[in-house]
């Protein structure tokens, strides 16, 4: 007779060979299936690395006739792999909870090129895990300066540290930072080439349809999926609105170093706004905002174009130094980017459904908003954690009944309460930041000779001072009481 180590051995030995059987299979079927994507090399990484469980699964459920899987269970979905999904994604990686990340692009997509990060979003990080290594790679920043376009004079000037407080700003590369978050979690939480088309209702649970044909069924299904956002559009908000306004982008390097001070550099005046921000030693980031109606502009042409764009934003710099100007003249053509700059409706967030039942909202799905106190990013990064905890609360607590039908009604009601909670916590920080943002771009774009005048007289110091405000909340640890 075998002892039961022996059997145990066989068992195992068993299960090997079964899950080794069944990948050779799935890499088969994915090599054998024409024509190829560019997405293929993710679907054979998945498949190379994919648990036993996921084999069973994708061999032994029903099969479409055109063979994709009918069905498959996942207890937390979240749409899209951006800054908000990736850091909800880790927050309950963190706390013990798995999800599945469904991401429509074949890769992670890092447009905008960078972004600043400021003292909100170092909490977010360092909740997550990941503050330090994102740290290492990019510069502090020690100030901010203003200056106006007409008469290339300094208009104010703050420091990010002694009377405001000690201020961690630095401009993070959004590839680096997707990335890092993206390393941190299991392999297999990002499913890409995944694009969401539709959803639906079934019990206690969501039904998400994709594109290829797959479906999958989830307890929690959370919307990441940016400004023009599917569960949005499900939960009925409103579609964002366009701010009549734009942004030109972009990224350069020097290889031999810039030269400029570690500070954020910001100029207002002839309709138009622009800054220049180090992110390393050798990597500057630098924006434009302006109204395309004021300035005459077709912003889609200019997209298209370039040199075009390249020589709109040369123009309307304004009386800057000459470094300041190479700065944007060095820049590649393949490293700037122009977009329409489109915010949700604040009393639409105070009063539209930010959740319903196990659906919810985060980062641009939530609240869109102009560019103007830098806060986009970071606020997706609090939604993460705040979102993770929130969820974490209600899953992790142990269930009171055991049965089929009432687990799953239990297991509802658990995740609704732990949505509210989310949806009360994010609602009015959400209204904030979006009308500070909309009302400070309006004046520091503003040409009106009054609003102008007040501007780099009085408000100049105002304005600084509000991204320090802005920047200083506290979205709270992972832990769970």
Partial sequence: MWSVVEWVGILTDLIIYVSICLQE????????????SRAEPHRLLSAITCPPSTLFRYFLLPQSSTGTTMEMNEDIIIVGAGIGGLTTCLGLHRLGLRSLVLESSDSLRVTGFAL????NAWRALDAVGVGDSIRQQHMQIQGLQVFSTISGQPTSEISFGGKWGIHEIRCVRRKVLLETLERELPRGSIRYSSKVVSIQESGYY?????????????????????????????????KPVDSGRS??????????GHGLEPKFRQHFGNGVRHGVIPCGPTTLYWFLTFAPSVHGVDTEEMDQNPAKMKDFVLSKLGKVPQHIENVFEKTA???????????RLPWKIATGHIYKGNVCVAGDALHPMTPDIGQGGCSAMEDGVVLARCLGEVLLRKPTREDGEG???ECYKRISEGLEKYAKERRWRSFKLITTAYVVGLIQESDWKVVRFLRDKFLSGFLANLFLRMGDFDCGQLSIS
């Fill in 247 to 256: 942004a030109v982008r972009g990224l350069v390097e020097f290889p031999d």
């Fill in 206 to 238: 969501k039904t998400v349809h994709l594109a290829d044909g797959s479906v999958l069924k989830t307890k929690v299904l959370i919307g990441c999926d940016g400004v023009n956002s599917l569960v949005a559009n499900w939960l009925g908000l409103d």
């Fill in 116 to 119: 600043t990060t400021w003292k």
């Fill in 407 to 409: 687990k799953d009604e």
């Fill in 25 to 36: 299979a799935l890499l088969l079927s994915i090599v054998m299936q024409k024509p190829w």
């Fill in 333 to 343: 053509l393949d490293c700037m980017s122009c977009s329409p700059l489109k915010f």
